[in-house]
């Protein structure tokens, strides 16, 4: 069952969102909430790494905690584990009890290890090729319950939608700097052109295709030149005629 976090925390991911320098600030700041967030429905501590996977390879990404961290990263080199497998079928995966339970036994080993009883691994898709799972850790068995999971199912569900935006924010992005780059490339040719065109008294069809043959022959891209060309202009040596 999923219970839907309140207001103040979908607040605090858009800020932590809003406040994050590059993806692993983020992811940082997301695990630490996680935690936080569980660990007030559980009335106990629980712990949170953040595991990405691009491209189908997961690593892990961030934690709230170095215990945390390294039950991760324990996880990532046995290669299957709870948040693995969370990732893999889309699904929330539970160990209640890590002594009674019978899927991974070197990881169970490591888990008991570092004082941890249960664990949750939940995923939230991102992108067709892009997913992250958190992975909740707590120290003793039976912590999970139904609240429990429903809260944490709930955290996933509300930063999977801020982890979509920020994609979103991140593809317009690099979609405003890709159209930035284009005019910025088509005004450098139409400028060449009009020099050429001055300099040669010919067409614009006709300075395009010196252009082109210019780029060609140097085996540079046509913006490349064509800001050359337009480099020479204020004084310096400007040619009076451009040749292929």
Same mark, same amino acid.
């Given at each position: 069952m999923?219970?839907?976090?309140?207001?103040?925390?979908?607040?605090?991911?858009?800020? /932590?969102?809003?406040?994050?320098?590059?993806?692993?600030?983020?992811?940082?700041?997301? +695990?630490?909430?996680?935690?936080?967030?569980?660990?007030?429905?559980?009335?106990?501590?629980?712990?949170?790494?953040v595991?990405?996977?691009?491209?189908?390879?997961?690593?892990t990404?961030?934690? +709230?905690?170095?215990?945390?961290?390294?039950?991760?990263?324990?996880?990532?080199?046995?290669?299957?584990?709870?948040?693995?497998?969370?990732?893999?079928?889309?699904a929330?995966?539970?160990?209640d009890?890590?002594?009674?339970? +019978?899927?991974?036994?070197?990881?169970?080993? %490591?888990?008991?290890?570092?004082?941890?009883?249960?664990?949750?691994g939940?995923?939230?898709? /991102?992108?067709?090729?892009?997913?992250?799972?958190?992975?909740?850790?707590a120290t003793?068995?039976?912590?999970?319950?139904?609240?429990?999971?429903?809260k944490?199912a709930?955290?996933a569900?509300?930063?999977?939608?801020?982890?979509?935006?920020?994609?979103?924010?991140?593809?317009?992005?690099?979609?405003?700097?890709?159209?930035e780059?284009?005019? %910025?490339s088509?005004?450098?040719?139409?400028?060449?052109?009009?020099?050429?065109?001055?300099?040669?008294?010919?067409?614009?069809? %006709?300075?395009?295709?010196?252009?082109?043959?210019v780029?060609?022959?140097?085996n540079?891209?046509?913006?490349?030149?064509?800001?050359?060309?337009?480099?020479?202009?204020?004084?310096?040596?400007?040619?009076?005629?451009f040749?292929?």
């Open positions: 999923l219970n839907p976090v309140d207001n103040e925390t979908v607040h605090h991911l858009q800020e /932590i969102l809003v406040g994050a320098g590059n993806a692993v600030e983020f992811l940082s700041g997301l +695990s630490g909430l996680a935690a936080e967030a569980v660990s007030d429905a559980a009335g106990s501590r629980i712990e949170c790494a595991t990405l996977q691009l491209r189908r390879r997961p690593s990404a961030a934690a +709230s905690s170095a215990r945390a961290l390294e039950l991760d990263q324990v996880e990532q080199m046995l290669g299957d584990g709870p948040c693995l497998r969370a990732l893999r079928d889309m929330p995966v539970l160990i009890d890590v002594a009674q339970d +019978s899927r991974w036994k070197a990881y169970n080993q %490591e888990l008991v290890k570092r004082n941890v009883h249960s664990t949750l939940v995923p939230l898709e /991102i992108t067709s090729d892009a997913g992250a799972a958190l992975n909740f850790f003793r068995p039976g912590v999970f319950t139904a609240d429990v999971y429903g944490a709930g955290f569900a509300a930063a999977r939608n801020t982890l979509h935006l920020s994609v979103r924010i991140d593809t317009a992005r690099n979609r405003a700097d890709d159209l780059a284009a005019l %910025e088509r005004t450098a040719i139409n400028l060449a052109c009009g020099v050429i065109m001055a300099q040669n008294r010919c067409s614009q069809q %006709e300075a395009m295709d010196i252009l082109t043959r780029s060609s022959n140097r540079r891209k046509l913006r490349d030149v064509a800001k050359e060309l337009i480099e020479q202009l204020p004084g310096n040596g400007v040619k009076t005629h040749d292929a």
